[in-house]
Each structure stands twice: as structure tokens, then as C-alpha cells.
């Protein structure tokens, strides 16, 4: 889990501004290099502005020139690469990520996009997608957060009963380890009835009896990661829905910062990869997929 070079994607805004904070912690606990970089998308400003080529031979100011002035100030105090492209802002993100090496990208989502999506931004949805390194992201981050909270101290590391969990088991204890973190595994057990509600209740005996042997199940296997990863955490299985049972964990848990792996899995122990964009827009923290 090694972050040598972060790359800060920023829109300007107030929700960008919020983040900043969480980017000094990360740059400072892991002393790396940052970028931080804007994607001017003419295709945003094509039916409020002049075209580029008559501005600049007009002298009216290009987004391009409003942008690398603007971008003078992000993270101020801070040496970093600045950068300012033109083109599609998850296309140019995953490019820079992708030619220079980039170990992890931070940026919140704010839903804004062509059909202001609630879920999750369109640009963090596509780029959650297609980037391969590690990404930080936060939902609905109002308010500017101060340093104190901007520095991990609780993490809840959500996983899945699949092999690929011990690597993300490692990662986190790696986190927690540079933050001098408390640390918790947990895992959620889906619905367990495939006939649902017309036919039998998920409190009924049988339901319950089901309930108990797959959660039984998770424990066993998350005990033989645990071994496998060289690691001995307190762990949290619980039954129910992914996303919020896995947010209230974080709630009572009073993490601020939720681990996650990569992936797509559809089985139900192997649960928490195929909600990633609901856990993302539920969490109360923000989220570090590894």
C-alpha cells in the first residue's frame, strides 16, 4: 500500500474546497507528491460563452486562463504540480492517472452531472469504474472539515467472503497502521431468502436459522483471512441491507473513514463490491477504495 503521488481532481467547488483538508493529511502521513488538476469541458460552456478562438483574439478571458489562475489558490501553501486540461474530466483524469503514475486519487462527489444523478457524481462514478490505483471520495460533504477531523483515527474496513478480501484486509491494516488508527473488519450477509416477503419473513425461525449459518459462515472465513493476512482485528458481521447496515456500523463505530476493495461480485457473501456506489452515497465517512 504504498501512495507516492496523490492527484487531486478539483472542480472549484465549495465540496472541493472541503477536501482539501483531507489531502494535506494524506500527502503529510504518506510524504507524497501531489497534482492537483481541472478538466475545462468546453461542452459546459459552449451556450454561455463566445467560442474559445474569438475570445482569445477579442482578449476576453478563455475558461482555460480563468482556470490556471483559479487554480493558483487550490491548497495553498502546499508544493504541488498544477495542472489545466481541456477535454472530458473523467477521460483527463484517468489519463493523468494513468501517464504519471498516480498511486491515489482524492475527490468528493456532489451528483452534479447531465441528469444531476443522486446516487453518486457522474465524474467519481466514472472514474471509480475505469482508474485502476486507489480512490478517496465522499458524499454530500458540506461543510469544510477541520484538520482534526480530516485525520483517520477510527476505520471500519468493509470486505467480502472472497480471496481477494485478504489483500484488502493488508491494505487497510497498512492505512491504519501510518494514521495510528483503530481498526475494525466488517461484513454484511445480504437477504438470504430468494422468495421474499409473500412467503416467508426475514424474522421467522427458518429465516433466522438461515441468517445465523450464513453469518456463522462469514465469521469462519474472515477468521481464515485474518490468519492468511497476518492480522488479528475485532470484527462486525451483521444481516441485512449492504449499504446501511454498513453505514450504521460506521455511525456506531464513530469511524471517519470507510475501506473498501474493487471489484464486481454478485453473490450474496460477496456482497459489499456490488454496492459500491450506494455504500459511497450512504456512508457517514468518506470512503478509500484499495
Known amino acids: 500500500m504504498e501512495i507516492r503521488h496523490i492527484l487531486f481532481p478539483t472542480d472549484f467547488s465549495n465540496l472541493a474546497l472541503a477536501a482539501e483538508d483531507y489531502v494535506r493529511v494524506f500527502a503529510r502521513s504518506f510524504e507524497a507528491r501531489v497534482s492537483i488538476l481541472h478538466a475545462v469541458d468546453y461542452p459546459l460552456y459552449r451556450y454561455d460563452l463566445p467560442p474559445a478562438s474569438f475570445m482569445e483574439t477579442t482578449g476576453i478571458d478563455t475558461p482555460e486562463k480563468h ?3 483559479t487554480i493558483e489558490n487550490v491548497l495553498p501553501g502546499l508544493v504541488a504540480e498544477r495542472v489545466v486540461q481541456v477535454g472530458d474530466p473523467a477521460r483527463v483524469i484517468k489519463e493523468f492517472a494513468e501517464t504519471n503514475s498516480v498511486d491515489l486519487i482524492m475527490m468528493p462527489t456532489h451528483g452534479y452531472g447531465l441528469f444531476r444523478r443522486a446516487l453518486i457524481g457522474s465524474v467519481t462514478a466514472k472514474t471509480l469504474h475505469d482508474v485502476q490505483c486507489n480512490v478517496w ?9 477541520r484538520v482534526a477531523d480530516a485525520t483517520p483515527s477510527r476505520m471500519v474496513c468493509a ?3 472472497a480471496p481477494e478480501s485478504v489483500e484488502v484486509i493488508r491494505s ?3 492505512v491504519a ?6 481498526l475494525w473488519l466488517a461484513h454484511v450477509v445480504g437477504h438470504v431468502m430468494s422468495v421474499r416477503d409473500e412467503y416467508l419473513d426475514d424474522r421467522s425461525p427458518l429465516a433466522l436459522d438461515l441468517q445465523k449459518h450464513y453469518v456463522d459462515f462469514a465469521r469462519g472465513k474472515i477468521a481464515n483471512f485474518q490468519r492468511e493476512a497476518g492480522t488479528n482485528l475485532e470484527v462486525c458481521v451483521d444481516f441485512g441491507a449492504v449499504s446501511a447496515v454498513l453505514a450504521e456500523m460506521a455511525r456506531k463505530l464513530h469511524a471517519n473513514l470507510m475501506i473498501t476493495g474493487r471489484g464486481v461480485s454478485e453473490n450474496l457473501l460477496g456482497s459489499v463490491r456490488s454496492h459500491g456506489y450506494p455504500i459511497i452515497q450512504e456512508s457517514p465517512c468518506p470512503i478509500l477504495r484499495v
Open 67 to 69: 482556470a490556471r489562475e
Open 137 to 145: 471520495t465522499m458524499a454530500h460533504m458540506e461543510t469544510h472539515p
Open 159 to 161: 470486505i467480502d467472503i
Open 172 to 174: 487497510a491494516a497498512q
Open 177 to 182: 497502521g501510518r494514521f495510528g488508527a483503530k
